[in-house]
């Protein structure tokens, strides 16, 4: 099952659903059951993380002006408020790396069977209309518009994400908007955030998981990770101009039905 057709699919299911508030998780879960890849092949467990460095790297090229910017590398000032820095990255992402530090062994014991799974896909659904339903009114329409307690805000409900199913987006989108902000300042601060947060999850799966790689699996990693960056790149561009126009629930809609095709498929 290592075939350059089972690169390019598991690539493109990953690029789309990375950023998206689809939750990445039970995509994989869904489209390694359909293919037939058994939970053991540990060389497809590794390739997964792999080509998320790919989407990683889509999400850099997006917001490459806003991190240069951060780390005062650039010139260009913010459109409005006083401007994000670090630490508003700071505040969104220590809460959850270090919750998922210290329950990392309960988590991959209990909530990555596919009941767990579908449960966060169905609730992680009702997050993001009671996000639409329920948010107060816009004080940050740009994220250089996002106070330190906004941040913060959004930060503890990306805490949520650790549970496979929710989607780390979808819970921080929903977060953000709850929070008083909108949905593209959401959307971008969700982006950003997921970029350290990612390197950070993915860079210590990666070196746990080093010895089940060899040279002859080069192709087929590489093809996963140019599909995973492109797909994401075009995914990342695509939502923020959606998000703009268009309600979150659309996607809550998306996620009930992809839960119904995860229990056709996976637990029945």
């Given at each position: 099952?290592?075939?350059?057709?089972?690169a390019?699919i598991?690539?493109?299911?990953?690029?789309?659903?990375?950023?998206?508030?689809v939750?990445?998780?039970?995509?994989?879960?869904l489209?390694?059951?359909?293919?037939?890849?058994?939970?053991?092949?540990?060389?497809?467990?590794?390739?997964?993380?792999?080509?998320?460095?790919g989407?990683?790297l889509?999400?850099?090229?997006?917001?490459?002006?806003?991190?240069?910017?951060?780390?005062?590398?650039s010139?260009e000032?913010?459109?409005?408020?006083k401007?994000?820095?670090?630490?508003h990255?700071?505040?969104?992402?220590?809460?959850?790396?270090?919750?998922?530090?210290?329950?990392?062994?309960f988590?991959?014991?209990?909530?990555?069977?596919?009941?767990?799974v579908?449960?966060?896909?169905?609730l992680?659904?009702?997050?993001l209309?009671?996000g639409?339903k329920?948010q107060?009114?816009?004080?940050?329409?740009?994220?250089?518009?996002?106070?330190?307690?906004?941040?913060?805000f959004?930060?503890?409900?990306?805490?949520?994400?650790?549970?496979?199913?929710?989607?780390r987006?979808?819970?921080?989108?929903?977060?953000g908007?709850l929070?008083?902000a909108?949905?593209k300042?959401?959307?971008d601060?969700t982006?950003?955030?997921?970029?350290p947060?990612m390197v950070a999850a993915?860079?210590y799966?990666?070196?746990?998981?080093?010895?089940t790689?060899?040279s002859?699996?080069?192709?087929f990693?590489?093809?996963g990770?140019?599909?995973?960056?492109?797909?994401?790149?075009?995914?990342?561009?695509?939502?923020?101009?959606?998000?703009q126009?268009f309600?979150?629930?659309?996607?809550?809609?998306?996620?009930?039905?992809?839960?119904?095709?995860?229990w056709?498929f996976?637990l029945?």
């Amino acid at each position: 099952m290592h075939d350059w057709w089972v690169a390019v699919i598991i690539g493109i299911v990953e690029g789309l659903t990375e950023f998206l508030p689809v939750s990445s998780t039970g995509h994989m879960i869904l489209t390694s059951t359909l293919l037939g890849i058994p939970d053991t092949d540990e060389l497809i467990k590794t390739f997964e993380i792999v080509i998320q460095l790919g989407a990683i790297l889509a999400g850099v090229v997006v917001y490459w002006k806003r991190i240069l910017r951060l780390f005062g590398l650039s010139k260009e000032k913010p459109k409005a408020g006083k401007g994000m820095n670090l630490l508003h990255i700071m505040l969104a992402i220590v809460p959850t790396l270090a919750i998922a530090y210290l329950t990392k062994g309960f988590i991959k014991a209990h909530l990555f069977s596919p009941s767990t799974v579908l449960i966060g896909l169905i609730l992680g659904g009702v997050l993001l209309i009671v996000g639409e339903k329920f948010q107060p009114e816009v004080t940050a329409h740009d994220v250089d518009e996002l106070t330190y307690q906004q941040a913060f805000f959004i930060g503890l409900w990306q805490i949520i994400s650790i549970w496979p199913g929710f989607s780390r987006s979808g819970s921080t989108i929903a977060g953000g908007m709850l929070a008083g902000a909108s949905r593209k300042a959401a959307a971008d601060f969700t982006f950003i955030i997921a970029i350290p947060v990612m390197v950070a999850a993915t860079g210590y799966e990666l070196l746990k998981n080093l010895d089940t790689f060899s040279s002859g699996d080069v192709g087929f990693f590489a093809i996963g990770f140019i599909v995973s960056f492109v797909v994401a790149l075009l995914a990342v561009v695509t939502f923020i101009k959606f998000v703009q126009k268009f309600s979150m629930s659309y996607f809550a809609y998306y996620r009930f039905a992809a839960a119904a095709l995860f229990w056709i498929f996976v637990l029945r």
